[in-house]
């Protein structure tokens, strides 16, 4: 239903854009978690009940944006995003050795990321033009869609000398969260844009379901982190205009 909510709201937006766009924009670039949505503390990460930190690392960012001019320097947008950002590399390889110590055997299927997906829609003003280059900034708002993924291990555990086997999984739930975003780029000879934009994505905390299966038996609880998860990322990206 919210990836529904989330579709149409988008689709809406496009659809008034597009009567009367006189520009459009896509773009690819990285997408650079900033303060403890990168936070590397793996006690504090989405592995386990605090949450407060994301761990994630470096990802990517795709993304694209229609452009209406109010006057020759200003334009308003509507624009959609899509960020990645997958678990620091260095958690996981923490991460697995401390399973591998605790655990007869055990092996990670799927370690938790998080996929942002803003819709916004703002302002962008040229502040400088050079003929063949000028210079932008923008303020961009609107509504983001946290995903993340399931976090899932299994193995063998022995205990009472006994040996059990196990398998472990955390359901996160989506969230919808209001985001801003802050840029500032070049655009060169009306075609190629270089952008350098912040984008705080909200914040909230951290719900889901826990399931856990011993030799069969299973058996679930719901969890929420202590401290809210904020999402910041910074995006350095490159694009197309046409």
Known sequence: ?????????????????????????????????????????????????????GGL?????????????VSPELNWFVSADIFYNGLNSDIKDDVEDAYDNAYDECEITSFPSALNIPVMGGVNYTFADMGNMSVWAELGVGLNARILTNYEY????????????????DEFDNKFLLAY?????????????????YYN????????????????????DDFKSSKPLAASLLAIRFGFCF
Do not use: C, H
């Open 57 to 69: 690392g470096l990802g990517f960012n795709v993304g694209f944006k229609f452009m209406n001019p």
């Open 201 to 220: 994505l909200g914040s909230d905390k951290v719900k889901g379901e826990g399931t856990v299966k011993i030799d069969g038996d299973s058996d679930s």
């Open 154 to 169: 299994e193995g063998k555990l022995t205990y009472g000398g006994n040996q059990y086997k196990f398998e472990s999984s």
């Open 1 to 53: 239903m919210k990836v529904r909510k989330l579709f149409a709201i988008l689709m809406v937006a496009l659809s008034v854009t597009t009567i009367s766009a006189q520009e459009k924009i896509v773009y690819g670039g990285f997408g650079l978690p900033q303060g403890k949505f990168g936070g590397d503390d793996v006690e504090k990460t989405l592995l386990f009940a605090d949450d407060k930190e």
């Open 181 to 197: 975003q802050l840029g500032v780029g070049v655009k060169i000879n009306d075609q190629f844009m270089i952008g350098l934009n």
